[in-house]
């Protein structure tokens, strides 16, 4: 079994920063990419930031030049940073991660979601 745990969301004022984090745990052979999506009220669930196993990435151009993904691989964790932030990056924010388990084929897996609130 594998669990998806993210932590690090709140409330913060226009302009500020927070971290998220996700961490991966279970009996995992290989993370392959992770990625970062978010939820608006109404809205549908959106891309926000990838990483490749070799640690390429891509961003929402909504959010370049403000947020940066990374990853410990190591610790099978995959972070965040968001800067400058604005009110409509209100959102609940899920981290995903295709995984393989021992003896089986790849699968995305989610998280259970973490609500960042930007409001002053």
């Known amino acids: 079994q594998v669990q998806l745990v993210e932590s690090g969301g709140g409330l913060v004022q226009p302009g500020g920063s927070l971290r998220l984090s996700c961490a991966a745990s279970g009996s995992i052979f290989s993370i392959y990419a992770m990625g970062w999506y978010r939820q608006a009220p109404g809205k549908q669930r959106e891309l926000v930031a990838h990483i490749t196993s070799g640690g390429s990435t891509n961003y929402a151009d909504s959010v370049k030049g403000r947020f940066t993904i990374s990853r410990n691989n190591a610790k099978n964790t995959v972070y965040l940073q968001m800067n400058s932030l604005k009110p409509e990056d209100t959102a609940v924010y899920y981290c995903?991660?295709?995984?393989?388990?021992?003896?089986?084929?790849?699968?995305?897996?989610w998280g259970q979601g973490t609500q960042v609130t930007v409001s002053s």
């Open positions: 995903n991660a295709a995984i393989q388990l021992p003896g089986e084929l790849g699968k995305v897996y």
